[in-house]
């Protein structure tokens, strides 16, 4: 196995699937398996989950919100998301703990370091909800931060396409992809694989990212095989 401890980020829109809103359970369960795989393989799994199906403190601020007050509605956000993703894996039979940032005891536990990489020791599977637990910062940044604190050996990010292109490949037929590519090329190229404050943390602590598509039912053990089912973003050597 390439990885022994992973953090996985899934976006929050990806869990709507066609939907268009909210969470659809198809999607939903198609994760869960797929983790269940890997943490049946033996792999330490964290997982950090976006709020954007729910709602976004920018798009909230665009309305009027208050973007402070939006923001912590979309680390709400995330919250529902991980409690839906714990109760799809342990509906199969898979244990999951969901930490908040912020408490809100009962609904999750309080998220320390040590009890995430605890859980994950145990075989289950850790959700760190809320992203940092600050606003005006994404799950991107959240996922980077939790990734070198649970000292994984490295950000998994699901996305809809797989992996990272010369251009956006949905809008540009002749875009390459990939197999691997350092954080200095992302940069210099403008490619967005995440937001820049992520990008930094990575790059700054020398967490390599894995870009693939999730959606695609068993690529998740691909990877962690070893297979080229995406890229792989790299500090340079
Ligand atoms: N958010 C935040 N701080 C964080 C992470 C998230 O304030 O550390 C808020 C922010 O408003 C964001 C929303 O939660 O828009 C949902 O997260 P994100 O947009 O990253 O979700 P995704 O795009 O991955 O679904």
């Not at 953090?7 to 198609?30: F, H, N, P, T, V």
């Not at 919250?79 to 509906?91: G, K, R, T």
């Not at 809809?160 to 940069?187: L, N, Q």
């Amino acid at each position: 196995m390439k990885y022994k401890r992973i953090l996985l980020k899934l976006s929050g829109e990806s869990l709507m699937g066609q939907q268009g809103y909210g969470i659809d359970k198809e999607r939903l369960g198609a994760y869960a398996r797929q983790i269940k795989e890997i943490v049946d393989a033996g792999v330490e799994v964290g997982i950090v989950i976006g709020g954007g199906n729910i709602f976004r403190g920018l798009s909230g601020a665009a309305k009027g919100f208050d973007r402070v007050k939006g923001d912590q509605m979309g680390m709400l956000a995330t919250v529902i998301n991980s409690l839906a993703l714990s109760s799809a894996l342990e509906a199969i039979g898979q244990a999951a703990v969901v930490f908040t940032a912020i408490p809100m005891f009962p609904i999750g536990e309080p998220y320390s370091k040590w009890h995430a990489i605890e859980a994950m020791r145990h075989g289950k599977v850790a959700i760190m909800s809320c992203g940092t637990g600050s606003p005006y910062f994404t799950t991107d940044t959240g996922s980077a931060l939790r990734a070198i604190e649970i000292e994984a050996d490295v950000m998994l990010k699901g996305t809809r396409v797989d992996g990272v292109y010369t251009a956006d490949p949905e809008k540009d037929p002749t875009a390459e992809k990939f197999d691997e590519i350092s954080y200095d090329e992302v940069i210099s190229r403008g490619l967005k694989v995440m937001d820049l404050t992520a990008t930094a943390l990575c790059k700054e602590n020398r967490m390599p990212i894995y870009v693939f598509n999730m959606d695609i039912e068993g690529n998740l053990g691909k990877m962690i095989a070893g297979e080229n089912v995406g890229t792989l973003v790299h500090p340079a050597r």
